[in-house]
Nanobody, 126 residues
Framework: QVQLVESGGGLVQAGDSLRLSCVAS????????MGWFRQAPGKERDFVAA???????????DSVRGRFTISRDNAKTTKTTVYLQMSTLNPEDTAVYYC????????????????WGRGTQVTVSS
């Protein structure tokens, strides 16, 4: 059974940092592109960041570039862990953050991703 499980969300103050984790299991995800999306109340689910299967290439939304860093750990064959290090957080970063996996190429489009987690809430107070 494929599972993507996010963790690490919480309530922080503006300017703080937070690291999100996503554990992907149930199949071999080491070759999958992995990504993070976020959805604020009343808004669409938007692309945040993605990383290639080998971890060499990373991609970011303009709104987070320079503040967020995506990385991954493929060391274990039974699961892949993806991280999103978030720095200099501001209230506009408040959202539910979702982890996603794609067997093809990464995309800013939600429909291109094959598997999704249930999300973790990040709330940034001013």
């Amino acid at each position: 059974q494929v599972q993507l499980v996010e963790s690490g969300g919480g309530l922080v103050q503006a300017g703080d940092s937070l690291r999100l984790s996503c554990v992907a299991s149930g199949r071999t995800f080491s070759s999958y592109a992995m990504g993070w999306f976020r959805q604020a109340p009343g808004k669409e689910r938007d692309f945040v960041a993605a990383i290639s299967g080998n971890g060499i290439n990373t991609y970011y939304a303009d709104s987070v570039r320079g503040r967020f860093t995506i990385s991954r750990d493929n060391a274990k064959t039974t699961k892949t862990t993806v991280y999103l290090q978030m720095s200099t957080l501001n209230p506009e970063d408040t959202a539910v953050y979702y982890c996603a996996a794609s067997g093809a190429y990464w995309s800013r489009t939600r429909d291109a991703w094959d598997y999704w987690g249930r999300g973790t809430q990040v709330t940034v107070s001013s």
